[in-house]
Each structure stands twice: as C-alpha cells, then as structure tokens.
C-alpha cells in the first residue's frame, strides 16, 4: 500500500513538473542573469549634446593651457572652473550611450550604432573632433600607444575578422573600454584581458589632440 502511495507521489510531482514548464516555459529557457540596463533615455542624451555641443569644448586649447604653452591674456568662451577636462568629457559622454542597440553601418543615436560609428559618434559630440569612418581607417589615425601606456580616451583595435581591424571600442580605464559589440548586442563596457578581446586586441591609438595631454609632451611644451 505504502509503495503505491510513493509511486503515485511520484507520479503528481512530476505531473505538476511538467504542468509549470508548459505554462512557463520562460523560467526555465532563461538562464538566471541580471537584468540588462534601463532602456536609455533618448531626450537626456538629445539635451546632452545640445547642452555641450561640437564647439563648446576648445580642445587644442584646454589641453595647451595644461602643458602651460598658451598666451596668459588669452581668454575663453566659459570659466576656467567650468571646463572639462577632454578625456573626461569624452569618457562622460560615451557612458552616456550605454544601452544603445548596435547597428550595422549605424552612425546616429536615432538608429543605432555599429563600432567606428559609435567611436566617431563620441569624437564629434563631445570634442568636436571628426575621425575617419570606419575602424580600419581610424587604425591608422593618431600616434600608436603601449598597451601598458593607455589612458582614458584612447582607441582600441581588434581582429575578430580575419586579419584585417575590424573593431575599435573607446578605452577608459583599469583595462576597461566601451564599445559598440555586435548584431544583436548593444553598446557596453568590457575587459581587454578577457579571453576573446585579449586574443584579437591588435594596438592602441591616440588621437593627436589628446596627444597633447601626456608627460612627454607636456615636457616638451615646457622646455620649449
């Protein structure tokens, strides 16, 4: 008596199994993950670039007035206090972005990014600087940097490709970088020592007008 109670135990349990996988079968097609981050708020970013605007950042400017090699009587359209410094703005700005779905051959905020766009999307916005339009082209823009020697604001390159570049993503910081994935994905932070990035990463690059805010440079400025 006691073993028919057990099998038909057994037989309700996992009736009542199967019964919750059929009437929810996305609690288990799901994996248990942290949800993705809030669908950005499109206007913020809108009165973001209105607010900041191409020109509204002076870079050779701000960055030669750092190194000390600017005119003591020169002036500026905002307060010295108010400025922002431009890997910072940059960086700010990018992080901005975060959430936005990528898109191939995407190069504006209303459609979606793919990975040179959304680069060349940040340049633009938040410096007033315009880069080349694809990865490979911006690859051979700027002067290169050491791995070791990466700072906010420089571009990393990779091959996921074959072995031409055909990725860039935006550096920020402790081996972090934002960048625009894949179909399918959207615009992230990752780490260059994960094993897919640390085994495609090809070099670094950086801009010319960035170039201006490194030791070396600020040196040469000085004994200048």
């Not at 942290?34 to 900041?52: F, G, H």
């Not at 030669?64 to 010295?80: K, L, N, Q, W």
């Not at 570049?165 to 960048?179: A, K, M, P, Q």
């Amino acid at each position: 008596m006691a073993s028919k109670r057990t099998a038909a135990g057994f037989v309700f349990s996992a009736s009542t199994l199967f019964l919750l996988t059929c009437a929810c079968p996305s609690v288990f097609a799901r994996p248990l993950l942290a949800p993705e981050l809030p669908a950005l708020d499109l206007p913020e970013v809108s009165a973001l670039i209105s607010a900041r605007g191409p020109a509204r950042l002076d870079v050779t400017h701000e960055l030669a007035t750092a190194a000390g090699t600017t005119d003591s009587s020169a002036t500026t359209t905002e307060p010295t206090g108010s400025q922002v410094q431009p890997r910072r703005a940059l960086a700010d700005f990018a992080m901005k972005l975060r959430n936005i779905a990528y898109r191939r051959g995407g190069r504006e905020l209303s459609t979606g990014f793919d990975c040179s766009g959304f680069v060349r999307y940040v340049f633009h916005h938040s410096l007033g600087l315009d880069l080349p339009s694809d990865s490979a082209s911006q690859f051979h823009a700027g002067s290169h940097v050491e791995r070791d020697a990466l700072k906010m604001g420089d571009l990393v390159f990779f091959r996921t490709q074959g072995r031409r570049v055909s990725h860039v993503g935006i550096y920020l910081d402790n081996g972090l970088f934002i960048h625009a994935p894949s179909n399918g994905k959207r615009v992230r932070i990752d780490h260059l020592a994960g094993t897919y990035w640390s085994k495609r990463f090809v070099g670094a690059k950086r801009q010319d007008a960035l170039a201006l805010d490194t030791p070396k440079a600020n040196a040469q400025a000085s004994s200048g």
